[in-house]
């Protein structure tokens, strides 16, 4: 682990080829200091073009065989959800530090084993919440934490699509790869930027719902990720939504959709209300648009005194790994602290939000 102690290169070995694989790569190698030494993925064309336009040296067909490079320090995960789980224990049992792309797992069960292994070996595992990162909700952060809308008492927070199931057919609709729908892949997003926002409260009780109405008769596929076959069993939820109760007395409402019938915009977005003011984000092109609209609603001397604060753009992918890569040099003291256990937590709300779906009833935490 000498590139963690002193000025030798960080070398990383990326796994994925995918949108998300490629965030990490091209983070990555913007970094000084920074090496991806591997790349690992099945489509060898795709291997190939990005290996030779990142200069990556090594490149193969599966992660088992990049895991068997030797001088790796870190290795970051972007692949089918199903398999974060044994790609990040095996790494973490070699001594590398892990990045892993979130959901951190299918389940809480899944993710607590790789919890575990990050404490065992004393290594980082983090993983990718991109969204926090963003300016616009980093901004609204800032004046929540700052009392600028006294206590927040109720939150809704919601990702919603018309036709974006990722690839329908594909292990995105297949429970065992991917641990469930919508819920679990975006709206893992919406849950941590909200619980963020709102200053990490307690969850409680979840009480949720779920439905599958249009994914199995092949409908709401995203355009830009056609099917992966035409034959399929759509096996998870299209839409979800949960009513979460925070300690302290709070309420939090998620919805995370992948497909219902509603305006064609993608749009992720949080609306909150304090005692002293409110706001409303309206991201339209949740991945794509790097500023969403953010208008903040209180008063002065008893009249509206509404604002719409400036945003700058976040740092999405590269911000979460900039920190993941200050993590590891941050060394022994700080590696505890990079346990996986904030995306754990996440874990488990998801969890009991399809539990609670499941048995048509709120599930305490
Ligand atoms: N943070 C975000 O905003 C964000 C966005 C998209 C996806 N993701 C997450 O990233 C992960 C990947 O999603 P994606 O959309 O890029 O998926 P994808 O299906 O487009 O790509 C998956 C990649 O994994 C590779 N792979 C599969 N099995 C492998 C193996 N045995 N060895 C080596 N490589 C293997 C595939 O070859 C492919 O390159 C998922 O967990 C997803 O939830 C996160």
Not at 25 to 39: I, N, S, W
Not at 88 to 107: C, F, N, Q, T
Not at 158 to 163: H, I
Not at 289 to 303: A, I
């Amino acid at each position: 682990m000498t590139a963690t102690k002193n000025n030798a290169p960080l070398k990383v070995g990326v796994v994925g080829l995918g949108w998300a694989g490629q965030q990490h790569l091209a983070a990555f190698t913007a970094l000084d200091g920074v090496e991806v030494v591997a790349l690992a993925g099945m489509e060898a064309d795709v291997l190939a073009k990005l290996a030779d336009s990142f200069a990556v040296p090594h490149a193969f067909a599966s992660w088992e065989e990049m895991l068997g490079l030797d001088g790796l320090d870190a290795v970051s995960i972007a692949v089918p959800t199903f398999l974060h789980t044994p790609i990040a224990i095996a790494a973490l049992e070699r001594g590398l530090h892990v990045l892993s792309e979130k959901p951190i797992a299918r389940d809480g069960d899944d993710a607590q084993l790789m919890v575990d292994a990050a404490r065992r070996a004393g290594r980082v595992l983090d993983v990718a919440f991109n969204h926090r990162r963003r300016g616009d909700i980093q901004a609204l952060k800032a004046i929540i934490d700052d009392g600028g809308l006294g206590r927040p008492y109720y939150a809704k927070a919601s990702w919603l699509r018309r036709t974006g199931i990722p690839r329908l057919g594909s292990w995105f609709t297949n429970k065992d790869m991917a641990g469930g729908g919508p819920m679990v892949d975006i709206g893992v997003h919406v849950i941590d930027y909200a619980l963020h926002l709102l200053g990490e409260p307690k969850v409680l009780s979840v009480s949720a719902a779920s439905y599958a109405e249009l994914g199995p008769r092949g409908r709401g596929g995203s355009p830009w990720d056609p099917p992966a076959t035409t034959d399929f069993d759509f096996e998870v939820e299209d839409f979800a939504s949960a009513f979460i109760r925070l300690e302290g007395g709070a309420t939090l409402i998620v919805e995370a959709g992948w497909a219902s019938y509603r305006d064609p915009a993608d749009v992720m977005d949080f609306t909150v209300y304090g005692t002293e003011g409110g706001a409303e984000l309206r991201v339209a092109g949740a991945s794509e648009t790097p500023v969403g609209k953010l208008r903040v609603f209180t008063e002065k001397d008893g009249k509206n005194a509404d604002y719409s604060p400036a945003v700058v753009p976040g740092g999405a992918h590269h911000a979460v790994i900039e920190d993941f890569v200050a993590a590891v040099r941050g060394g022994e003291d700080v590696w505890p602290l990079h346990d996986g256990s904030l995306a754990l937590g996440r874990a488990r709300i998801i969890d009991a939000c399809y539990r609670s779906a499941a048995e048509h009833r709120e599930v305490e935490l």
